[in-house]
């Protein structure tokens, strides 16, 4: 865009007529205005190069991070999940468990992520009410969720977990978005 912009202003003599009103404005000085502006140009240049390389350090920490923070979570002995507190339970997909479901419960993510009612059909059919009660009220108020109940892996084995969630994300208008979990057999 620069090279076509130089040789426009050179075919039609546009670069003359601004040097000839910068010349008249600025009454012979305009070596100086433009050694001053090419200083100018120089500066921005390393100013941008310098931003530029910030940015891909920035990035570039910031991909560590998270790859550093996706090892920890994956290989963790426990499950790791997420969902959006305001919808009930079992109406909609969980949008995130991590890997270990599938070694813990039995399940794949996959499994997991796609049937919104896994979570409360596994629970032990003696411990669903107490267990759907606590989530709801977790739900509602963004309270922390913390119990223990006993869940049905996918071979029916019969296991006690810990369920813990926090809120992590709250709406415009306050009401719990989106919490965060971790589920571990105990």
Request: with cysteine; proline share 5%; glycine share 8%.
């Amino acid at each position: 865009a620069v090279f076509v912009l130089v040789l426009f202003g050179n075919a039609t003599g546009l670069f003359d007529r601004v040097y000839g009103v910068f010349s008249e404005a600025l009454r012979g000085q305009v070596e100086e205005a433009l050694g001053a502006l090419l200083l100018l140009a120089i500066g921005l240049s390393v100013f941008a190069l310098m931003q530029g390389r910030a940015g891909r350090r920035e990035t570039t920490a910031r991909e560590q991070a998270e790859s550093r923070f996706r090892a920890l979570v994956e290989k963790m002995p426990a499950v790791i999940y997420t969902w959006d507190p305001r919808e009930p339970a079992g109406t909609t997909a969980t949008p995130y468990v991590s890997p270990q479901v599938e070694q813990i419960l039995g399940f794949t993510a996959e499994e997991w992520t796609a049937d919104p009612e896994l979570w409360i059909r596994q629970i032990h059919p003696d411990d669903r009410g107490r267990v759907l009660e606590a989530s709801d009220h977790a739900d509602r108020t963004g309270e922390p969720f913390a119990v223990e109940y006993r869940h049905l892996k996918k071979d029916a084995t019969v296991i006690w977990v810990r369920d813990e969630s926090v809120v992590i994300e709250c709406d415009q208008d306050g009401r719990p978005s989106m919490a965060q979990g971790v589920m571990y057999d105990v």
